[in-house]
């Protein structure tokens, strides 16, 4: 069975990976009924907009991570549109700006899910600015980053968990995958322990390392709850931040992104892979 979740949602889609989920996802045999694509300001996403307007089943809304504070109000108004079938997708991608407003995303969001929620969870929020270094390391970029890297996906997760797991009860596979329910971090190579040979980039590494911790206690807390977790490096990607010297293009990482989605199982043992499906260290 291939990959064919029913909804999803994917921050930061206005560029970069989030703009290629977009497409990748609507490329697929069975596209998504629902692809809730959003961003700090809808407004000025023009690429977004143009593929909105051509595919019905894509809905551009405001919706920043970094805004914390308005979580707590985020299940109560998702509650009231899922009706019974939970969340199955959702993909953080977003970086961090300053904050929007989350309770108009979720206000248009449950007039589009209507019964069947989100199915899949991608946290792949992720920013890594310049003062990385000993010796220009500064408490306020340090706190930011972790606020992207790390807070903004266990909060989201943690918010909209009641939903997943709404989704992971009424499907009607039982077995653990990406289709029922899951949540997948977007993490790094950079994040491993054992593949640190450079040093430097202190709070990119260090925050993504967490992330990386926080995979694995949801592998092991949510797995009986019928919800796969796992992270993946989507590689050094042609991107804004990669920068257009990076191995990768953007198409070919997501592209294999999308296939290790569609593999990954209950019965898979590695839970930090990269966009080719190979196994990293810790």
Excluded at 60 to 68: E, G, I, S, W, Y
Excluded at 79 to 95: K, V
Excluded at 141 to 168: C, H, M, R, T, W
Aim: charged fraction near 20%; charge should be neutral; glycine fraction near 8%.
């Amino acid at each position: 069975m291939g990959l064919q979740p029913k909804n999803v949602l994917i921050t930061g889609a206005n560029r970069g990976l989030g703009l290629e989920l977009v497409k990748q996802f609507l490329r697929l045999p069975s596209p998504p009924k629902t692809l809730l694509a959003t961003c700090r300001s809808p407004e000025n996403a023009k690429d977004l907009n143009d593929i909105a307007a051509k595919h019905s089943n894509v809905k551009v809304m405001k919706l920043d991570v970094a805004q914390h504070t308005s979580f707590e109000n985020f299940p109560k108004l998702v509650e009231s549109f899922i009706e019974g079938e939970g969340l199955n997708l959702l993909i953080n991608n977003a970086d961090v700006t300053k904050p929007a407003d989350i309770g108009e995303c979720t206000t248009r969001l449950s007039g589009y899910l209507v019964k069947e929620g989100l199915n899949l969870l991608i946290n792949n929020a992720g920013i890594a600015n310049k003062k990385q270094y000993l010796g220009n390391l500064e408490k306020q970029s340090l706190i930011e980053q972790f606020d992207v890297n790390i807070f903004g996906p266990i909060l989201l997760s943690q918010a909209l968990l009641p939903y997943i797991k709404q989704a992971a009860i009424s499907s009607t596979d039982t077995s653990l995958n990406c289709n029922r329910a899951a949540i997948v971090n977007m993490s790094s190579i950079l994040a491993s322990i054992a593949e640190n040979q450079n040093g430097g980039l202190y709070p990119y590494r260090t925050s993504k390392a967490a992330l990386n911790m926080l995979t694995k206690n949801m592998n092991l807390d949510l797995k009986s709850e019928g919800i796969l977790c796992f992270c993946i490096h989507p590689g050094w990607v042609q991107t804004d931040m990669g920068g257009p010297n990076a191995a990768v293009t953007k198409d070919k990482s997501i592209a294999g992104i999308l296939d290790v989605m569609s593999k990954m199982n209950g019965e898979t043992s590695d839970i930090f892979v990269d966009y080719n499906g190979k196994s990293l260290p810790w």
